[in-house]
Nanobody, 120 residues
């Protein structure tokens, strides 16, 4: 199982980016999916998460600016980021809590990060 994240880049403050993360391999079922970020010298933090029922949760710092969504058919999760600020600069990681077979438990998998740089 792999999670492939994409969509990062360099953008000016006030701009927008859309991150994508798609799962591949033997995936039977996906529970929650989410995006985390890690800025230089800081701990990784939750940005947003979305449950299998499409319930969402956002960090206070991104509420009203970021929107998380998912496409179960594509095994994908997205993060639309608007009104970006220099403080949003970080490596963004996606994760998914998923099951690969009926006899295995749900387990969290992580994608490789995609870098977002917001210039002032």
């Amino acid at each position: 199982v792999q999670l492939q994240a994409s969509g990062g880049g360099l953008v000016q403050a006030g701009g927008s980016l859309r991150l994508s993360c798609a799962g591949s391999g033997n995936i039977l079922s996906i529970n929650a999916m989410g995006w985390y970020r890690q800025a230089p010298g800081k701990q990784r933090e939750l940005v947003a998460s979305i449950g299998s029922d499409d319930s969402t949760n956002y960090a206070d710092s991104v509420k009203g600016r970021f929107t998380i969504s998912r496409d179960n058919a594509k095994r994908a999760v997205y993060l639309q980021m608007n009104s970006l600020e220099p403080e949003d600069t970080a490596v963004y990681y996606c994760n998914a809590n998923l099951k690969i077979a009926t006899w295995t438990p749900f387990r969290t998998y992580w994608g490789r990060g995609t870098e977002v740089t917001v210039s002032s």
